[in-house]
């Protein structure tokens, strides 16, 4: 990888107009993050191109000079996958965010990178369609962004992770060759999935200029539930049973502790429900049916009173709907306001084993005298494990993770999980890729890191150790 030179910065300006290409260092500045905490690596150059023949061109360059490239959605990440830490360029997908086509025919979207998730939903909703993956970060984060990372969310334990939803894509290979892969037909097994291989690669093959997207029928009927519970055990517990007990099958269920929502109340100024619980759970359930959905909300609410809640609360309207949700999509902001600089992990183990991983990980904040809390899509078993800084010093703070985060991933491993389940490894977890991958595959991943990229340009130093 070399340094940009004249002669680099000469052949963009030929490709792209001067507002494309940004080189002030106030400027670069806003590219040198994303929300990851304390990890900042100033680009040497920020490009910013209009269409997929503009991105074409721009890695056909930097391939001929030898430059790094690390492309860049919204910025919402935090495992430090958009973060140029080998300098070079940071290729902004910014510009490119048209919904291209909502075709109802074949029940898909044509959309390009930097699209919001939350405008997509809106749009298509419109045409009685949806696209129910749901991050939390849903109304700032991208479809490139969730394309790189194989976003999740809240609606993954019924309707899958953006994987499930990706037909089509338009990719710009190194050196700067155009591809589409799949389409808008629904089955395809002609040769190698490399669409799926793209899939959470982190742009560390090549950068999606286009995706067709698959929609569902839009669910006419949503009501959602919030319980509290003596035990974040015993919610997680309750969460659990629902599926097999009653064989009502919600869209979502989301937990959380004690701990955070006193800390959601102090963000947002105001009392929130069964805020004195040690653990609360919210449940949606959603269908094409009023009367089914009622029935199944009724057989949930006395499904958890039985499991010990201490009550269930029902929200039948969007608006009851929103105020409920608005502690868990705040969730986030309330820890960053509690504690600006955290280390956020995010686990994924068997969904039946969520209660030995939050059993597990306050052990391990206990044994460290460290704050540790979690939450997070107990559904599908990706929870959310914090360790808060709060008031340790640099020293202790760096001890501190040292220790403690390489045990909260070896517990994921122990339990059968994984050490990312939607957040991805960027750079700040590829030093542990070894502990849930074996040897054997971690080769064979370099492998077709290396065939595709012989140069190494793409979006160095993500994923693998060095």
Same mark, same amino acid.
């Given at each position: ?9 000469n052949a963009l300006y030929k490709e792209l107009d001067e507002e494309s290409v940004i080189i ?68 902004? %997908?910014?510009?490119?965010?048209? #919904?291209? =086509?909502?075709?109802?025919?074949? $029940?898909?979207? &044509?959309?390009?990178? +930097? *699209? ?109 539930? %919030?319980?509290?519970?003596?035990? #974040?055990? =015993?919610?997680?517990?309750?969460? $659990?049973?629902? &599926?097999?007990?009653? +064989? *009502? ?116 904040g206990k044994k460290h005298a460290a704050t540790i809390i979690g939450f997070g899509h107990i ?54 890729l070894h502990l849930g991958d074996k040897k054997f595959v971690i080769e064979r991943m370099r ?20």
């Open positions: 990888m070399k340094n940009i030179s004249k002669k680099y910065l002030t260092p106030e400027e670069l500045e806003d590219y040198s993050h994303d929300e990851t905490p304390e990890l900042i690596a100033m680009p040497e150059c920020v490009v910013i191109p209009k269409n997929s023949h503009q991105v074409e061109k721009i890695v056909r360059l930097s391939y001929e000079h030898g430059i790094a490239i690390t492309p860049r959605g919204a910025g919402t990440g935090v495992a430090g996958g958009a973060i140029p830490v080998a300098g070079g360029i940071v290729l902004s %997908l910014e510009r490119l965010d048209k #919904i291209l =086509e909502i075709d109802n025919k074949n $029940l898909v979207a &044509v959309v390009q990178p +930097g *699209v919001i998730t939350g405008n997509l939903q809106r749009a298509v909703e419109e045409f009685g369609l949806y696209y129910p993956v749901d991050p939390a970060s849903v109304d700032s984060c991208s479809i490139g962004g969730n394309i790189a990372t194989c976003a999740g969310g809240m609606r993954a334990f019924k309707y899958g992770t953006t994987k499930k939803f990706v037909q089509g894509i338009e990719v710009i290979f190194p050196p700067g060759d155009n591809v589409r892969l799949g389409g808008k037909m629904i089955k395809d097994v002609a040769g190698y999935d490399l669409m799926g291989i793209l899939i959470g690669s982190e742009g560390t093959l090549g950068v999606v200029t286009e995706t067709i997207l698959q929609l569902l029928p839009y669910p006419k009927f949503n009501i959602d539930l %919030l319980a509290g519970f003596n035990s #974040i055990q =015993e919610a997680a517990e309750a969460s $659990l049973s629902i &599926v097999p007990e009653t +064989g *009502v099958y919600p869209a979502a269920m989301e937990i959380w502790e004690r701990e955070i929502t006193k800390m959601s109340e102090c963000y947002l100024e105001k009392k929130l429900p069964f805020s004195d619980a040690a653990g609360q759970i919210i449940i949606s359930i959603e269908g094409f049916d009023e009367s089914q959905v009622k029935q199944d909300y009724m057989c949930i609410g006395e499904h958890l009173l039985s499991k010990g809640a201490l009550d269930v609360l029902v929200a039948s309207s969007r608006f009851e709907s929103n105020k409920f949700w608005e502690a868990r999509k705040s969730l986030r902001d309330a820890v960053r306001h509690r504690s600006p600089i955290i280390a956020a992990e995010d686990l994924a183990v068997p969904p039946s084993r969520t209660p030995e991983l939050l059993a597990g990980a306050k052990k391990i559904g599908d078993g990706n929870l959310h494990i914090d360790l808060l800084r709060d008031k340790m010093t640099d020293k202790q703070w760096a001890e501190a993770k040292g220790k403690i985060v390489p045990e909260l991933l070896a517990l994921a491993i122990e339990l059968d999980g994984t050490i990312t389940g939607e957040h991805g490894i960027g750079y700040i977890k590829r030093k542990y492998a077709i890191k290396n065939a595709i990229d012989p140069q190494g340009l793409m979006n160095p130093q993500k994923v693998f150790p060095d």
